[in-house]
Every structure is written in structure tokens, then in C-alpha cells.
């Protein structure tokens, strides 16, 4: 199954609350650890991890926190996902890893490979800026091809 890292999880939670409904545009990490019930202390360091790849900035004092250092439509989805996870996988090889035994004879590797990187222009496609901002209806528009020449179909993914 594809699935993200709950720091992944967390650092999306925390930079659309910094994009979409934090006070002033900042927050503390313990405030946002408290709006979504979350370890305080993992919740900073990957507001630090977020930092250090220039996603928000921290300011430090009584009155310091996060708010992001750009504007959340600059900002994809998979640069956040690739900064705290690191690149996109969905099988254990990647195309400049030839050691698996199969890799020769493999029939599902370059398929999935397609599948990856339809997944990564979607991420890719959608910024933070569309995530809850409550001007759409939460949707992203994904397009799937079925079948020969003229099979595209546009479907919604939530």
C-alpha cells in the first residue's frame, strides 16, 4: 500500500493551519500540536526539518513560532512530501537501482513506474495553497487512461 509517513502527515497538517488558519499568518509548534492532537515534540522537529528546506520560517522569543517562509501556492505537495520522506517509491527498485535478481525479467516494475509518476504530477500539480482553503470543494482533478488512443477519462480524486 502507498502511504505517507506520519511526519509527512504532520508537516502537511501544520503548513496548511500556517497557510489557511493561523493568526497573523504564525503559530507556535504547540499550538499547532494542540489544534490536531499531536506530539508537541515531533510536531518541532519536523517544523524544523520544514525550516531547513525553506518551507516556514522560525522566530524565536516569547512571541516566536512558524509561518512559511513563501506563499503556499508556491509550494507543491511533492516538495513537501519528497523533503520529509525523500523521493516518491512504490517499488523497491528505482530505475538507476539495477541489483534486484528480477530486474531483467521483471514485467511489473516499468508499468508501476508510470503509475509513480502519474501519482508525482499529481502531487507535483497541487500546492498547499488548494488544500482546505475553502474556496473549492476539495477536490483534484486527475486524469486516467484506459484502454487504446481517445480512452482518457478525467476523474476526481479526493
Not at 528480477?102 to 500539480?125: F, K, N
Request: net charge neutral.
Amino acid at each position: 500500500m502507498l502511504r505517507l509517513s506520519k511526519k509527512t502527515d504532520y508537516g502537511l497538517l501544520a503548513l496548511q493551519y500556517l497557510a489557511h488558519e493561523a493568526p497573523a499568518g504564525g503559530a507556535s509548534a504547540r499550538a499547532i500540536a494542540e489544534r490536531y492532537d499531536i506530539p508537541v515534540e515531533l510536531l518541532a522537529k519536523v517544523l524544523q526539518h520544514l525550516a531547513r528546506f525553506g518551507f516556514v520560517a522560525a522566530q524565536k522569543g516569547a512571541h516566536g513560532g512558524y509561518q512559511l517562509a513563501r506563499p503556499a501556492a508556491s509550494i507543491s505537495l511533492a516538495d513537501i512530501v519528497e523533503a520529509i520522506d525523500g523521493p516518491l517509491a512504490i517499488t523497491a527498485c528505482g530505475r538507476k537501482d539495477e541489483q534486484c535478481d528480477q530486474y531483467g525479467s521483471c514485467t511489473v516494475r516499468d508499468p508501476l513506474w508510470r503509475v509513480r509518476d502519474r501519482i508525482l504530477t499529481v502531487l507535483q500539480t497541487t500546492t498547499l495553497a488548494e488544500m482546505g482553503d475553502g474556496d473549492g470543494d476539495g477536490r483534484v482533478p486527475v486524469t486516467v487512461t484506459k484502454g487504446g488512443p481517445g480512452g482518457t477519462v478525467p476523474v476526481e480524486a479526493r
